[in-house]
Structures are given as structure tokens and as C-alpha cells.
């Protein structure tokens, strides 16, 4: 996913400006993703090559019952 493609979920979802602030699970994964989005686009014209890695400190299944 992308930061338009996470636009387009939003709309896709009717999540609004309003709903995305109330509902915390919501926002931390299209903020993550419009993060990760930009740091790719500065490593495509980098100098330096460095590897991306994705750290989860839960299991996933513990992240829906919170």
C-alpha cells in the first residue's frame, strides 16, 4: 500500500478526518504506511543503499485484542 492507495482505503471506508483521530487502531496503520512510503522514495534516488526492516514487538493476534 501506498499513501494514495491509503487514500483511497479511507474513501473506499468513509473514514473521515474525525474518525481517523477517534479510532486510534485506525491511525497508527495509515500513518505508518505514509511513513514508510516516504523513506522508500528517499532511498530510490539515495547514495547510500541501506535495507529496510520491519520490527513487531506483538504477535498479531494480540494486536486485535486490545
Do not use: D, H, Q
Not at 477517534?22 to 491511525?27: D, Q, R, V
Amino acid at each position: 500500500m501506498n499513501n494514495k492507495t491509503a487514500s483511497l482505503a479511507c474513501a473506499m471506508l468513509g473514514i473521515n478526518e474525525e474518525r481517523l483521530l477517534s479510532e486510534g487502531m485506525l491511525l497508527g496503520p495509515l500513518l505508518e504506511n505514509f511513513i514508510i512510503t516516504e523513506i522508500r522514495k528517499v532511498l530510490a534516488w539515495s547514495v547510500v543503499k541501506p535495507k529496510m526492516y520491519y520490527l513487531r514487538t506483538l504477535p498479531v493476534s494480540s494486536l486485535w485484542k486490545m
